[in-house]
Structures are given as structure tokens and as C-alpha cells.
């Protein structure tokens, strides 16, 4: 994104997202460091030397099996190995993931959730995928078809939006866990324009306008249609959330 500004490359988690998961493995301290086109020039002895060993005085370093760094990507294991003996600092390398014979890579998990195949992205990622965003008022067209709905404002630009469709999903909520049902899409029965991002939440009708909310989608549950009428639309809306519940009472998944 700073080196080429027309990327159109969608990340799997946020900056908030990746802290918040860190965060669960009780790591102690989280460095961000800023990147520009000044950092982006340091050659990969010049990062190693200049940051890793003089400034954070570093003593092991783990990295992934295909990770490189420095300027044009130059820096390797290889190089590593010789920089760690010169520095006085040890390497350990984390091996390619496999999961049933599949190495797992983030263009796996974007091509899974573009499919719509939730239990596959989740299960390479090994957790469930997250939506994060701001609730934020609608046209409050779901709450007079008897399907209220909190509409989430997924604020960062390169937030990887899965399929179009509806999911199930869940959410923590005042540290009570509640279930529901999302659709990510137009709304072509209503003659929608724009992308929206809508959660109908089970047995439930607090207020959530202008809170952040985090989404975990579950399972997918189908593709969105133009329907005929609204009533068409209310009676699929009735059997979603029937297959919805279904899959939340049975699914060891959860």
C-alpha cells in the first residue's frame, strides 16, 4: 500500500484485528513499525544491524519458512543464518503449515472465502474469520420485515470482504456470545445499490448504533437473490434463520 498505490491486494486481518489476536497469546510487548518508501530502501544487513541488533538488541528471531525482507526482498534465511552468527543471536525457522496435505498460505484462505467455503478458511487459519467495524444506521428496512438488523461500517479499505451471500455468524456482546444471521450484499429485492454488511442477531434487541462490533462468520449459508417480492424475501429470510439455528444447535464446529 505505500509502495504501490493502486494495490488492490485485500488483507485478511487489520492492523486492530492482528493486535487482538496477539493479544491472546499473552505476548508481552507489540512493536508496529512505521513503514515508508525510506524504510523500504534499508538492505536486509542495514535492517538486521541497524534495528533488529542495535536497537532491539534482539537474541532469537523466528521467521517463516518463505519470509524475506530488506530491500527488493534480498534478505533470506540463508543470509540469516550467516547475520545471526556474526550477531550473536539465534534462528529458528517455522516450517510450512499443513493441514490434510494442503500448505496453508493466505491465497488459499482468500480463495476459500471468496468461495464462500468458511469452514475451510477458518480451519487453515485456526480461528474464525472476523469482521470488525462500527454499527451505523441504515434504512431500517429489516426491522419492518420483522428481521432488525445492525449494519456494520467495515472502515478500513483493504479489509478482505468475503462472498456475497448470508452467513452464520456470531458475536460477543457485553461478554455474552450471541448468534445470528448476516448478509453481505445489494439487497437486489429492495433495489440496493451499495455493498452493505447486515447481522440479524437471535433473541436479541439491544440497541447496538454507533458500537464496534466484531463478526465471526461460522458457515455459509447461501448465495443472495433478487427475489420477487418482499414476501418471497420474508419466507427465505424464515427458512434461513431455521437452517441458521439448525447448524448452531448441531454443529460441533462451534
Do not use: W
Not at 62 to 72: A, E, L, V
Not at 136 to 149: A, M, R, S
Not at 197 to 225: A, C, G, K, P
Request: net charge negative.
Amino acid at each position: 500500500m505505500v509502495l504501490q498505490k493502486d494495490s488492490s491486494l485485500e488483507l485478511i486481518n487489520t492492523i486492530e484485528e492482528r493486535k487482538n489476536l496477539l493479544a491472546k497469546t499473552g505476548l508481552d510487548y507489540l512493536i508496529i513499525h512505521p513503514f515508508s518508501k525510506e524504510f523500504s530502501r534499508l538492505t536486509a544487513l542495514a535492517f538486521v544491524r541497524d534495528i533488529l541488533v542495535n536497537q532491539f538488541n534482539v537474541s532469537k528471531l523466528c521467521i517463516g519458512y518463505d519470509h524475506h525482507f530488506g530491500k527488493n526482498r534480498e534478505g533470506n534465511i540463508t543470509q540469516l543464518q550467516e547475520y545471526s552468527k556474526l550477531y550473536d543471536f539465534d534462528i529458528e525457522e517455522i516450517p510450512a503449515q499443513d493441514i490434510d496435505d494442503v500448505s496453508v498460505s493466505s491465497t488459499k484462505i482468500r480463495k476459500a472465502l471468496a468461495e464462500g467455503n468458511v469452514k475451510t478458511a477458518n480451519t487453515y487459519l485456526g480461528y474464525s474469520f472476523m469482521l470488525n467495524g462500527n454499527v451505523v444506521n441504515g434504512k431500517q428496512l429489516g426491522g419492518k420485515i420483522g428481521f432488525p438488523t445492525a449494519n456494520i461500517d467495515v472502515e478500513e479499505a483493504y479489509k478482505l470482504i468475503p462472498k456475497t451471500g448470508v452467513y452464520v455468524v456470531r458475536s460477543t456482546i457485553k461478554d455474552e456470545i450471541i448468534y445470528g444471521m448476516m448478509n453481505i450484499g445489494k439487497r437486489p429485492t429492495v433495489d440496493g445499490k451499495h455493498q452493505t454488511i447486515e447481522v440479524h442477531f437471535f433473541d436479541f434487541n439491544q440497541d447496538l448504533y454507533e458500537q464496534s462490533l466484531t463478526v465471526e462468520l461460522l458457515y455459509f449459508l447461501r448465495d443472495e437473490h433478487k427475489f420477487d417480492s418482499v414476501e418471497h424475501l420474508i419466507s427465505q429470510l424464515q427458512k434461513d434463520e431455521i437452517q441458521a439455528r439448525d447448524f448452531i444447535a448441531n454443529s460441533l464446529y462451534l
